[in-house]
């Protein structure tokens, strides 16, 4: 009888209130962007929490964006987990500690500020901690530019995107190399959505793209499903307000590693915290600056090329083009 009535009833709106208006930073890009720099780094800034690999912030975008979860519902579950890690963060619960892991206590240049949060009581005052001192949560992401509409939505104001660039002869080789257009489906330390496509098992961001993947060998599988990614996070960029533009920062890869003081000091007008004493160090652990082999590039395009089919080449060369024109500007 409660299951009648529950399901005569009309459909519920979830809702979660934005308790906290301080910005949320999301340290965004494609795999291989070298994006894991910039974690360490930000969290050296005052106020800045340890970087957080949180998978079910970049799941929920992923399943509204295949049309799999309702807008309040994603809204909510996205204001929801984040406000819960980064009160999770403040007294070090599921905090990781694991030495080696770039998101570790230990890979961080302050790591005594967490491992003194384990002995913190909880409750009513860390909620007040939060709201006076408005620390900054961030978390690692793959791709969210791209699926930003339901991250704008849920936080508005707040939100701030960080999204590493970096030229995709570089991008695509090292995907190449990692085994990507091979492992999707196949290994289950690739944690990331696949669909089912008759008999075969895709990454979801090749969605609609099915039989040309499948038809693909190994490099033109890494070519075709790159491309996708590029061309909807440009296509979602390029379709932003100028409000929320301001709300997202590209950083080339190449001009932050040779070069990072002027990036360091649009981040800091960013999210509107100052770098500390603790900086410099960072920038040391992540070997910036440094120098980059430009002859590199050269020989990886060769590579590409003589594996790739003539149409994915043209398409690898078209994001190059694009690709460098964007950084041009920047």
Known sequence: MILVLIMMQSEPELHRPLYYTQPVVLVDGITRTGKSMLGP???????????????ILERIPQL????KIKKDAAVALLRLEIQMKLYES??????????????????????????????????????????????????????????SEIYFEALGDSLRILEMIRHPIDVIHSQYKQGYGKREGND??????????????????????????????????VIRSYTARSDRLWETYNNLSKKQKKQVLLIPFEKFVTNPAPSLEKMEHFIGRKQTKFTKKSLHQQRCPRDLNITERAQKEQEIKSLASKECIKLMERLSQEYERIVSDL
């Not at 050296?44 to 970087?51: I, K, N, P, T, W």
């Not at 509204?64 to 049309?67: A, E, F, R, S, V």
């Open 188 to 221: 289950p330390r690739i944690f990331s959505f696949t669909i089912r496509h008759h008999d075969y098992l895709l990454p979801w961001t090749c969605y609609g793209i099915e039989e040309e993947y499948i038809a693909s060998n190994q490099m033109d599988k």
């Open 90 to 147: 403040m007294i070090s619960r599921n905090i990781n500690f694991r030495k080696g892991d770039h998101s570790s206590v230990f890979s961080q240049v302050n790591p005594l500020k967490y491992l003194k949060r384990l002995i913190k009581k909880e409750g009513d005052s860390v909620v007040q901690q939060i709201l006076d001192e408005k620390p900054i949560f961030q978390v690692q992401q793959h791709d969210v530019l791209g699926m």
């Open 64 to 67: 509204y964006t295949l049309g």
């Open 41 to 55: 780094i930000l969290t050296s800034f005052q106020g800045v929490e340890l970087e957080r690999m949180e998978m």
